[in-house]
């Protein structure tokens, strides 16, 4: 099987150039002192400034926010990917920088295509501010779940073309491979790789390695990478144009899958397939003859996983973890004593909500101390009420109109012909982490989450207007 790259000359030496400038931050978040540190990233975001590859910084932060290995994760204080550590605000991280220096040079560039949601999301915005006139603020650092939304402004204006957007997905799909090295890391010696740099681990790593577990653990630092990276090889491999070698995406879709297999994480999973069955239903011309071509590397994976007896026991446990949700099915609220989400977490949540059904509580004390991140519906009603939740659902069901209408509208020869239907998938994958596994959608958002988001509606605007 031959894999080649056939992107311009330089695609390689961009991927380089990702690592190179993601280790060189590892470096400095964790052997620096704070103003060479601060000095040093202000430096980056100069350089972004003045580049006309926008594509290229958008992958590194999204490498670096997607935090593989935990090297920047919010926990360990000393080793968070921030400017400054101490403001009023709390951290002042490197991304809520980035955003607004990405708005202050994208701000006077024309978006090339008009926006078809700009109806609902400005009305969720305007609905936001109600909130916060009606039940103020109880902690300021609400704000940097805010700054996310001025993705929707600068990243149909920093993408200008196909091209562009494949050599984004291109860039994320290498740290792929980076993501499994990890994981295999942490399954045989039961540490994330920041610790051999003096990080300090997530609470909820056991410190032990599969070997000394009777359960699977969850390699999951990272997991946005290979989730993700599901999403943009199905697209690229129904893309009729695309410039990436077939058995390259291939490679990537088949190790992504086991990647987000690993880390025995149910919703994860489930969404994952999702979008690889929507890929195979609408995409495929020879679904077999596909299956053909995943073959090979699912062969070297489990060769690998079952070689290694320590590996082989993650890959059981996952499985296993992963056929709880027939007792789901069941009826079985609890999927056999591994899931509260719907018996404890939910209830306790919906009570709360129901003292404020309609407007719910926006960024309230009352908001805050009964907000579970493990029930994303519930925690969306919670935080937004009837009125919120319904707005957006009117976004979700006009993003999936605007891609249907599209897709039955393009004649078969046309390069862009099924990507819409991807696109659906995709947003219906991360509605289903957000109902089974953690919030995805609220009044803010994480730079990981909201980027993904908004990215799907960019991406999709630029396709129903350039298909």
């Given at each position: ?393 009117i976004i979700w069901l006009a993003f999936i109109m605007s891609m249907y209408i599209r897709e039955k509208n393009l004649l078969n020869d046309n390069s862009y012909k099924h990507v819409p239907m ?46």
């Amino acid at each position: 099987m031959v894999i080649n790259i056939r992107l311009r000359d330089n695609s390689f030496k961009e991927v380089i150039q990702l690592y190179v400038l993601y280790l060189m931050t590892i470096a400095a978040v964790y052997f620096l002192p704070s103003i060479v540190k601060l000095f040093l990233f202000s430096l980056f975001l100069i350089i972004y400034y003045r580049s006309n590859k926008d594509y290229f910084w958008f992958a590194f932060l999204f490498i670096t926010e997607s935090q593989p290995g935990s090297f920047f994760i919010i926990s360990d204080s000393s080793h968070t990917f921030s400017l400054l550590e101490n403001t009023p605000l709390g951290y002042l991280f490197f991304w809520m920088v980035f955003i607004l220096v990405a708005f202050v040079k994208n701000y006077n560039r024309k978006s090339k295509y008009p926006f078809l949601l700009k109806g609902p999301i400005i009305a969720l915005l305007v609905y936001i501010v109600v909130l916060l006139l009606i039940f103020g603020i109880y902690k300021l650092n609400f704000f940097g779940g805010l700054i996310p939304w001025l993705l929707l402004i600068i990243l149909p204006r920093s993408f200008k073309d196909q091209e562009e957007y494949e050599r984004f997905f291109y860039l994320i799909f290498s740290f792929v491979f980076f993501v499994i090295f990890y994981q295999i890391v942490f399954l045989l010696l039961g540490k994330e790789l920041n610790y051999f740099l003096g990080g300090q681990e997530r609470g909820s790593i056991l410190n032990k390695s599969i070997e000394e577990v009777n359960e699977a653990l969850r390699p999951d630092a990272g997991i946005y990478i290979p989730f993700f990276s599901i999403m943009g090889s199905v697209i690229l491999l129904t893309y009729k144009k695309t410039k990436l070698s077939r058995n390259y995406l291939y490679v990537i879709l088949a190790t992504s899958l086991f990647s987000i297999f690993l880390t025995a994480t149910r919703g994860w999973m489930i969404a994952g397939v999702f979008v690889f069955v929507s890929f195979l239903f609408f995409s495929a011309r020879n679904p077999f003859g596909l299956l053909q071509k995943l073959i090979l590397p699912a062969i070297l994976l489990v060769v690998l996983f079952n070689f290694v007896p320590s590996l082989k026991k993650q890959s059981d446990m996952a499985l296993s973890r992963f056929e709880t949700l027939i007792s789901l099915t069941e009826g079985d609220k609890t999927a056999g004593g591994t899931l509260s989400r719907l018996d404890v977490r939910g209830p306790r949540v919906m009570k709360k909500f129901w003292e404020s059904p309609i407007l719910g509580f926006g960024f309230s004390s009352e908001s805050a101390a009964f907000s579970d991140g493990h029930v994303g519906n519930q925690n969306l009603l919670l935080h937004a009420g009837i009125i919120g939740y319904t707005i957006y659902v009117i976004i979700w069901l006009a993003f999936i109109m605007s891609m249907y209408i599209r897709e039955k509208n393009l004649l078969n020869d046309n390069s862009y012909k099924h990507v819409p239907m991807l696109l659906i998938a995709s947003l219906l994958s991360i509605f289903i982490i957000h109902s089974t596994t953690s919030a995805w959608f609220g009044l803010g958002f994480n730079y990981i989450r909201g980027f993904i988001f908004f990215f799907i509606l960019t991406y999709g605007n630029f396709i129903y207007w350039e298909s």
